[in-house]
């Protein structure tokens, strides 16, 4: 394997070295601390010099600590003569800000790709983008890798009697779509109208959903209020169980008890952000395998894509 380092923010310092076992390689050693006014220290402990840097760290809440602790720590390694830089976000904030949806707003997610590039990486790895254009926002490469392959397999072995895809809003219909064509499963869209963010009210169902296990899968789950509702009426249309895979578990809010009072049978999420709470209705599958092997793959110069293909 061509030489590579590995180091983690301290956003997911456990999936970070998960990451370090799946690859045979230890974490780098960093000190990341703080002063009493909130501002953000770093110091590499150990040699990056002619070496491939990979950074995992999620920005996920405190979404700002995060982020400027990734581009300061992007900014140590980058000075300590790393021969290239690899910032692996699982879960990239701001996302959602990805259009000017109104008048007068920025487009936050353009922003951050922005300050990650003017900082100086080479190269970004994600977990399902909220939008597929955001690798549009970087002019360098991106891989936006596929949260489908980790939930595939659990959902066949789940067995169930009578399965459909569901998307939560028109706007997943993609994604579900390609869930249905390699589960083999039929697919109902979830229409929805949402006033403002983290509001959303749950309108019709397309499709027919009687005597049916449905699945509703989704890039994130927030605060859990679009899954609930949306079960609730799936059940009022006759379905017979309501579970859901979402890759990122941001679980901020009232969305554990939402959960835990809900209609959802299940929630089926990866590990790519830490849970800060407990429900006996959610599942944690690990990201580990697909972005271990998309780093060893990116370090040999092998495919990357070819790890999604049937």
Known sequence: MAKFKLFSGTANPEFAKKIGKYLNTEVGEATINKFSDGEISVQIKESVR??????????????????MEL??????LKRSSAKSISAVIPYYGYARQDRKAAP????????????????GIDRMITIDLHAAQIQGFFDIPVDNLYGSVMFIDYLRSKNLPNPI??????????RARNYAEKLGYGLVIVDKRREKANVAEVMNIIGDVEGKDVILVDDMVDTAGTLVKAAEVLKSKGATSVM?????????GPAFERLNNGALDELVISDTIPMHGNSDKITILSATRIIG????????NESVNSIFLD
């Open 50 to 67: 002619g070496q491939d840097v990979f950074i995992v760290q999620p920005t996920c809440a405190p979404t700002n600590d995060h982020l």
């Open 71 to 76: 581009l300061i720590m992007i900014d140590a």
């Open 104 to 119: 007068r707003v920025p487009i936050s997610a353009k922003l951050v790709a922005d300050m990650l590039e003017k900082v």
């Open 165 to 174: 895809i569901a998307s939560p809003d028109i706007g997943g219909v993609a």
């Open 244 to 252: 859901a895979c979402c890759t990122h578990g941001v679980l901020s």
């Open 293 to 300: 092997e998309t780093i060893r793959r990116i370090t040999n």
